[in-house]
Nanobody, 120 residues
Framework: QVQLVESGGGLVQPGGSLRLSCAAS????????MGWYRQAPGKQRELVAD???????NYADSVKGRFTISRDNANKKVYLQMNSLKPEDTAVYYC??????????????WGQGTQVTVSS
């Protein structure tokens, strides 16, 4: 069974940094896209950044120049380096991966979410 586990969230002051990690486990044949989404209270889940297998990255306008997504294909991990954090970045952050498991069709898998709170 495929699972995604996130880590690295927490409380940080405005202007601070955090690094989120997400690791996939299970019987995985291949991983295509990897990405990070976030959902603030009372708002819809939105794309923060994603990165293709060919390491082409895409960012939401609100995080460009502050956040960097990267991936480690050998270890089935995706990272989100978040710098210059703002209170409006406060949300639950979710990772998503497009995975082809063994003996199954490819599908999108989500992590359980990790809370990021930016506050003084």
């Amino acid at each position: 069974q495929v699972q995604l586990v996130e880590s690295g969230g927490g409380l940080v002051q405005p202007g601070g940094s955090l690094r989120l990690s997400c690791a996939a486990s299970g019987s995985i044949v291949s991983i295509n896209s990897m990405g990070w989404y976030r959902q603030a209270p009372g708002k819809q889940r939105e794309l923060v950044a994603d990165i293709t297998a060919g390491v082409s990255a895409n960012y939401a306008d609100s995080v460009k120049g502050r956040f960097t997504i990267s991936r480690d294909n050998a270890n089935k991990k995706v990272y989100l380096q978040m710098n210059s954090l703002k209170p409006e970045d406060t949300a639950v952050y979710y990772c998503k991966m497009g995975i082809t498991p063994a003996l199954l069709r490819s599908s999108d898998y989500w992590g359980q979410g990790t809370q990021v709170t930016v506050s003084s």
